[in-house]
């Protein structure tokens, strides 16, 4: 493995110096660009990326090749561990991700067990492996899972849902059920970023995108718990180099000193916390991801600058910021706006980083 | 008017002495209730059950004959305003509130103008009338209206929406078009609020179902702002009581302190926070209203009961807290676990009251 030519992603993770602040960008390699369609049609489908080495490794790359990009995110999908376990994901047309088998019986709760990450997601392993190479060093490799919880939501529902009312069911009246689900996709999301880590993930993220419809109490039970226990199973190093862990709950902005204590690098916050008095409550414990909001890239010109420029000004000077969106991209994004955003990051932000 | 025989809830709102702490559900007269389908069905439509005194009464008063609930709230719908300014709202089959004449173009927005609410509002003011009387003074009527901001985002988007795109577009494109929106909804809801109190509705509540998705920057100068103005321009007293105003921002919790800072009396959480670190925040500014998580009815009910007194635990002693959801009840919720949660509260909350 060749030495990362751009490591200013990871050393704002470690709240380590850097020259300026680093950007990545949720879904970044998506719908919103025309490279990204075109491959797609001549993959024929989204799994059919995901599952061909090839097709994810150019797909990963292209917006590095538009954009001053600090990091490149694995393409893949959170679906892809319960897919593994035999629940049967599927695309309808024009729809969200499906499971032919969804968690509806007791005896087929019982009978989950966690992949082998090497056999079934082994396809993840050989885009890990081939994205690295590609990247010759240029940027660091993040890899990601979905969250326990979150996976458990899509794997009891069967599919997307406005309010998880399935879900939330299962958890107020079979907690016993709902736990038994969660330590599965405990350990197999240990074990699948972990395999992740081995094939060349310089960094992980955790996806906890649904844990912010719950209650307070709840959450604490039923997600945040669960990706404690993720944390403190992940390999920390690897190549000689600490393997830095984000974890981000999508209207989680109420229990970032929670998530902050599972001894997790880096918390991702959405848009709607000023991140200068997110950071005040987590003090030096972590770095912060994020926190500008996708939607803010249909706006003119002048309010992407004037969001993002605050969003930098509000975090203030030093290390420990990782610019970001505070959720995936949105596929109706006009290239240029998201060019004019990470410019304006690229440019301001080196004020904040002068020793 | 016959003087209040239950006044508990308006006094919890006050933060005075009460024997045990209040209750009432948003959408308590709705569909999870046979007797609600059943006028429904009589009706016709939802709209005709809205805009029809009798029928309105009818079903306002269906759930306080079934339960023990300390508050009556107005049987309408938050788009009436909107309807009232020529929009043109309507209901399809199967699917949420849609207006026929979304503000898609600058002249329409240029056009709109606040509606005299005792002129196309009269049926709402018909209705508080008629529930009143036939309340006879048993608990307090609350009237309601939705933010401006919500209401916004059913004018431009047309609809509801997951993420209302084309709303935020407008709001980072044009802000100058979205604040004369805004500024003509602040006009319209404060006329109709105070219509409503001219009526006799004793409590006002504010819904902004959709300000929590904004940033925290926009919330403050998009939704906030103009709740404050609301508030500002309310009658505060009818028939010689305090008229109190309760705030809701649903995913407000993070804006607490800015939404006390309004004058309102009260403030609705959802289930996301916990109610003794919001009381907390907030101090002896306002009275705080919820936060139980209406999924939870879909529980077991060892949850149902454990989830409400772990509410109440968390308030701790003393008034200045309405026993309520953090959103609607859903339609599938079973009746007797409404009357299990309302008696749990009834029955549990006199230890917090004892002087």
Redesign the interface.
Known sequence: MSTLKNDTFLRALMREPVDYTPSWLMRQAGRYLPEYNATRARAGNFMALCQNPDFATEVTLQPLARYPLDAAILFSDILTVPDAMGLGLYFAQGEGPRFERPLREEWAIRDLAAPDPTDKLGYVMDAVKSIRKALDGSVPLIGFSGSPFTLACYMVEGSGSD?F?TV??L???R?DLMHHILEVNATAVTDYLNAQIEAGAQAVMIFDTWG????????KEFSLAYMARVVEGLKKESEGRRVPSILFTK?G??WLEDMAATGCDGLGLD????IGAARKRVGDKVALQG?F?P??L???PE??VR?AE?ILESYGNGSGHVFNL?HGI?Q?TPPESVDLLLQTVRNTSPKYHVA
Do not use: F, H, V
């Not at 912010?212 to 959450?219: H, K």
């Not at 848009?271 to 000023?274: H, L, P």
């Open positions: 309010d009312r939330k069911a958890l107020y009246q907690p912010g419809m719950l209650s307070n109490r709840a959450y209207g902005g109420l848009w709607t916390i000023d926190n909001d939607l803010c249909m706006g003119s309010s992407i969001e605050a505070g949105n109706n």
